[in-house]
T-cell receptor
């Protein structure tokens, strides 16, 4: 069974640019959640996708957007990058069958905005 | 809305000593509570979780936590620390109703284990 994978592992961008981060969910999972973890902080919920539809969003501006594909993999897109977007971006997959579904995290993508 | 407070951003213990990492939560409905561990340059690994049932839950690597509703706490303990326990630990909460899969994390506690 393949776990959650994310690409790339590291990325350096400059202010104003756009970035796409990718996540492959664990086999059999239908839900992907994205989190932003700034240095020295706990992860913050960005949004969740279930069966290709957004299923909840945290307190992040619209320039953070996402997609989920028919194979349940997902992308996180960030437009007009700001310095504060520098963080570890974590993807978690789960199988949505009830009120609580255990999330399995990938290793993350480290984004640096200069 | 739910929130989690972790007391102590850094905790240092000697190898073989008791590990106690503190977590208090705020939730308007019964919560589901979790402890995750994060090793350097890695993602999050679930240590243990409380959803329903027994309030003392055991997890991996010898860790356990007790859900105390009256104290709104979910402290993480391990009787004897090992060098390999050095990592960052996060407490997290999901609401049992309407919370979906949104995990709300604390700010983390960095555990240092000394010889």
């Amino acid at each position: 069974e393949t776990g959650v994978t994310q690409s790339p592992t590291h990325l350096i961008k400059t202010r104003g640019q756009q970035v796409t981060l990718r996540c492959s969910s664990q086999s059999g999972h239908n839900t992907v959640s994205w989190y932003q973890q700034a240095l020295g902080q706990g992860p913050q919920f960005i949004f969740q996708y279930y069966r290709e539809e957004e299923n909840g969003r945290g307190n992040f501006p619209p320039r953070f957007s996402g997609l989920q594909f028919p194979n349940y993999s997902s992308e996180l897109n960030v437009n007009a990058l700001e310095l504060d977007d520098s963080a570890l971006y974590l993807c978690a997959s789960s199988l949505m069958v009830g009120s609580y579904n255990e999330q399995f995290f990938g290793p993350g993508t480290r984004l640096t905005v200069l | 809305a739910q929130s989690v407070t972790q007391l102590g951003s850094h905790v240092s213990v000697s190898e073989g000593a008791l590990v106690l990492l503190r977590c208090n939560y705020s939730s308007s409905v019964p919560p589901y509570l979790f402890w995750y561990v994060q090793y350097p340059n890695q993602g999050l690994q679930l240590l243990l979780k409380y959803t329903t049932g027994a309030t003392l839950v055991k997890g991996i690597n010898g860790f356990e936590a007790e859900f105390k509703k009256s104290e709104t706490s979910f402290h993480l303990t391990k009787p004897s620390a090992h060098m390999s326990d050095a990592a960052e630990y996060f407490c997290a909460v999901i609401l049992s109703t309407g919370g979906g899969n949104k995990l709300t994390f604390g700010t983390g506690t960095q555990l240092k284990v000394e010889l």
